[in-house]
Nanobody, 121 residues
Framework: QVHLLESGGGLVQAGGPLRPSCAAS????????MGWSRRGAGKEREFVAD????????DYAVSVKGRFTVSRDNAKNTVYLQINNLKPEDTAVYYC??????????????WGQGTQVTVSS
């Protein structure tokens, strides 16, 4: 079992930055691909970003590429999402997610409770 706890969401003006983070506990953090998913009001859940087990590679949704950066610190069991140039359409609940390498992207084994990010125009 892996427990994921997000923090760092909030209300931000468009164009501003935010850096949610996620602390993991339970099974060995470095075993998992870590990432972020989000769900806006009335929208489907969507993939945002993934970081490989060693942090050697990352993957992003087209809609966030160039503005979002996912990183992880395996020594601290923490994954981060640096968000720059926030847009109103980024408003959503952001979920920290974990999956094994055998689980396809977008299908996760563990989820956090989520942190709300609201972008005002």
């Amino acid at each position: 079992q892996v427990h994921l706890l997000e923090s760092g969401g909030g209300l931000v003006q468009a164009g501003g930055p935010l850096r949610p983070s996620c602390a993991a506990s339970g099974r060995t953090f470095s075993w998992f691909v870590m990432g972020w998913s989000r769900r806006g009001a009335g929208k489907e859940r969507e993939f945002v970003a993934d970081s490989s087990r060693s942090a050697g590679s990352t993957d992003y949704a087209v809609s966030v590429k160039g503005r979002f950066t996912v990183s992880r610190d395996n020594a601290k069991n923490t994954v981060y999402l640096q968000i720059n140039n926030l847009k109103p359409e980024d408003t959503a609940v952001y979920y920290c997610v974990a999956r094994s390498e055998l689980t396809a992207r977008g299908n996760y084994d563990y989820w956090g409770q989520g942190t709300q990010v609201t972008v005002s125009s």
